[in-house]
T-cell receptor, first 117, second 112 residues
Framework: GAGVSQSPRYKVAKRGQDVALRCDPI?????LFWYQQALGQGPEFLTY????????KSGLPSDRFFAERPEGSVSTLKIQRTQQEDSAVYLC???????????????FGAGSRLTVL | DQQVKQNSPSLSVQEGRISILNCDYT??????FLWYKKYPAEGPTFLIS?????DKNEDGRFTVFLNKSAKHLSLHIVPSQPGDSAVYFC???????????FGTGTRLKVLA
């Protein structure tokens, strides 16, 4: 596609519910990132995929967070048993090249805003 | 401990004047720096990058300056336009890692 597409754009969940956030990266992009942006903060790294391989998940805040990219294109970020502190905008970004190569500019989607009540 | 800091949460500038957005970092090993612009309800949009081996990069109205000894970079926008009103983030990356570390952003308002 022309850009990175994320769905849903807005999600309200009750505390304890599971949520799934979807990311459609730019076609052919090798690298895919998930970032979390809390209100008034900058994006914080969650996890990185190179094709279907999850090479870095050091930023996932707890084992309630899980991400996958089974065929090397679409990715899903799943949050189990949501808590109020999970409320944030979840940004997906993709890049054409490998993460360590050159500047490797990230193209971001519009984000999924999660509100946990 | 924040490795990338944007100490000015907001900035107002008159249309046509220069906007200067600042960013400080603590890790001297960072090899690439990016600036992003973000409008409400949209994702961050890439503006300009600079490698640590350079001290300046220019693209149209946007110029980024890097002062490695001071661990400081700045984004200059000349002339500023009302459409430049947005939140600006700087981001930095360590060599051999995947992730960019972002600052907390500076909200720029360009007054017509």
């Amino acid at each position: 596609g022309a850009g990175v597409s994320q769905s849903p754009r807005y999600k309200v969940a009750k505390r304890g519910q599971d949520v799934a956030l979807r990311c459609d990266p730019i076609s052919g992009h090798v690298s895919l990132f998930w970032y979390q942006q809390a209100l008034g903060q900058g994006p914080e790294f969650l996890t990185y995929f190179q094709n279907e391989a999850q090479l870095d998940k050091s930023g996932l805040p707890s084992d309630r967070f899980f991400a996958e990219r089974p065929e090397g294109s679409v990715s899903t970020l799943k949050i189990q048993r949501t808590q109020q502190e999970d409320s944030a905008v979840y940004l997906c970004a993709s890049s054409e090249g490998l993460a360590g190569a050159g500047a490797n500019v990230l193209t971001f989607g519009a984000g999924s805003r999660l509100t946990v009540l | 401990d924040q490795q990338v800091k944007q100490n000015s949460p907001s900035l107002s500038v008159q249309e046509g004047r220069i906007s200067i957005l600042n960013c400080d970092y603590t890790n001297s090993m960072f090899d690439y720096f990016l600036w992003y612009k973000k409008y409400p309800a949209e994702g961050p949009t890439f503006l300009i990058s600079i490698s640590s081996i350079k001290d300046k990069n220019e693209d149209g109205r946007f110029t980024v300056f890097l002062n490695k000894s001071a661990k400081h970079l700045s984004l200059h926008i000349v002339p500023s336009q009302p459409g430049d009103s947005a939140v600006y983030f700087c981001a930095a990356r360590s060599p051999g890692t995947y992730k960019y570390i972002f600052g907390t952003g500076t909200r720029l308002k360009v007054l017509a």
